[in-house]
């Protein structure tokens, strides 16, 4: 997504998220994405307007996080839970924020950075009620590229127990975690194997 391309930029320039005019650009177009049908359904020729909230509290939450996965991957700095808690805790009000979250989930899975997932995946089920096919399907895709990751008790429990676990009653996610399952069994513990079969039947 063009969005994080330019956070990063900014990052590197210490720049803001206010006085960004790109980074307005881009929101502007998935705040319209986000509310298209209504727009359709209403006949309206009103631009929805972006919240201050989203440029002035809630993105610069995610650039904090994109700063700390700079410092972790390059110097080795610790995770704090404050700033990750925050800016899930925004997703709930905030559409175009949980769109950025998401995609930051799946940023994470495609460079493997098990601490920050291990982190963040336990957080979402209490902030965002559903999730949707297209995230799904690419999540998954990039979790069925991990073997060695699932050796570790505590990634597998932040992946299914505390997380995919949470929306296994829709249908959507129960064909995606079968079809994870079916893959990552192999590598798995027997007892979280079953826990999980458990859980979902």
């Not at 049908?37 to 809630?58: M, Y």
């Not at 700095?77 to 925004?90: E, K």
Request: glycine content about 2%.
């Amino acid at each position: 997504m063009e969005v994080f391309n330019c956070l990063h930029n900014m990052i590197e320039k210490e720049n803001l998220p206010r006085n960004e005019e790109k980074l307005h650009f881009f929101l502007k177009f998935i705040n319209l994405g986000i509310n298209a049908w209504f727009i359709v359904n209403n006949e309206s020729t009103d631009e929805p307007k972006l919240s201050k909230s989203t440029l002035k509290e809630n993105v610069p939450l995610l650039m904090i996080c994109l700063v700390e996965d700079i410092l972790h991957n390059e110097m080795g700095s610790p995770y704090r839970d404050n700033a990750i808690s925050n800016l899930i805790s925004c997703t709930g009000k905030d559409a175009i924020v949980r769109t950025l979250t998401k995609h930051y989930i799946l940023t994470l899975l495609a460079k493997r950075n098990v601490e920050r997932i291990k982190i963040i995946l336990p957080l979402i089920p209490d902030a965002i009620s559903t999730l949707d096919e297209v995230f799904m399907h690419v999540m998954v895709s990039h979790l069925l590229q991990f073997t060695s990751e699932w050796k570790q008790i505590d990634f597998c429990k932040a992946v299914f127990n505390l997380f995919l676990n949470k929306y296994c009653k829709d249908e959507v996610v129960l064909r995606h975690v079968l079809r994870l399952l079916w893959t990552t069994h192999v590598y798995i513990d027997v007892d979280l194997v079953n826990e999980t079969l458990e859980s979902i039947t």
